[in-house]
């Protein structure tokens, strides 16, 4: 089955720095890869998704790049804002079907 | 976006008896959701998919008499923990989906005394 591996598992930067965590998937049939944001206690929130047709996608701030050759993707979060700190999961899932994620990264930022 | 609740979101229960958990889908239809649990500091681990109108398939490890699982509906999937124990402690967490995207329910803390 599916294993999805994520990196690094905590990760502190300065507000306004960029930030990047980095997520390899095993199976080669995988094509969709959304990253949550889960604040404690709280549901994970959809922050941006990118299927296997596309190589990057970005939305204000926040980007997603994927290599399938190499079977990983990576999420970039430019010009940090204590707001964004939290714990971001990658995951993976083939169509619509089961989420795999990965470990979790939290994600500090400080003002 | 498409709106899961969940509920209750929080509940104690004592040792040996069972919990049951709702998820709905509140403004759309949902054929297949997702039961997670989630360890404190720990990422969610997928326990079952839930069907419509057929058995859920559980992942290897979960005790399926355990973990009862139903689907009545297209908006409505319970979980019931039977016998629940002190290590039955966690966060559980639906999903369902509109063959778009998955949307989280608020999740339930269950707390087995």
């Known amino acids: 089955g599916e294993n999805v591996e994520q990196h690094p598992s905590t990760l502190s930067v300065q507000e306004g720095d960029s930030a990047v965590i980095k997520c390899t998937y095993s199976?080669?049939?995988?094509?969709?890869f959304p990253w949550y944001k889960q604040e404690l206690g709280k549901r994970p929130q959809l922050i941006i998704d990118?299927?296997?047709?596309?190589g990057e996608k970005k939305d204000q701030r926040i980007a997603v790049t994927l290599n399938k050759t190499a079977k990983h993707f990576s999420l970039h979060i430019t010009e940090t804002q204590p707001e964004d700190s939290a714990v971001y999961f990658c995951?993976?899932?083939?169509?619509?079907?089961?989420?795999?994620f990965g470990t979790g990264t939290r994600l500090l930022v400080s003002p | 976006g498409a709106v899961v609740s969940q509920h209750p979101s929080r509940v104690i229960c004592k040792s040996g008896t069972s919990v049951k958990i709702e998820c709905r889908s509140l403004?759309?239809?949902?054929?297949?959701m997702f039961w997670y649990r989630q360890f404190p500091k720990k990422s969610l681990m997928l326990m079952a998919t839930?069907?419509?109108?057929?058995?859920?398939?559980?992942e290897q490890g979960v005790e399926k008499d355990k973990f009862l699982i139903n689907h009545a509906s297209l908006t409505l999937s319970t979980l019931t923990v039977t016998s629940a124990h002190p290590e039955d402690s966690s966060f559980y967490i639906c999903?369902?989906?509109?063959?778009?995207?998955?949307?989280f329910g608020p999740g339930t803390r269950l707390t087995v005394t």
């Open positions: 999903s369902a989906t509109d063959q778009y995207e998955q949307y």
């Open positions: 199976d080669s049939a995988s094509n969709y």
């Open positions: 990118i299927r296997s047709n596309v």
């Open positions: 995951a993976a899932s083939t169509g619509f079907q089961k989420l795999v």
């Open positions: 403004d759309f239809q949902a054929t297949t």
């Open positions: 839930s069907n419509e109108g057929s058995k859920a398939t559980y």
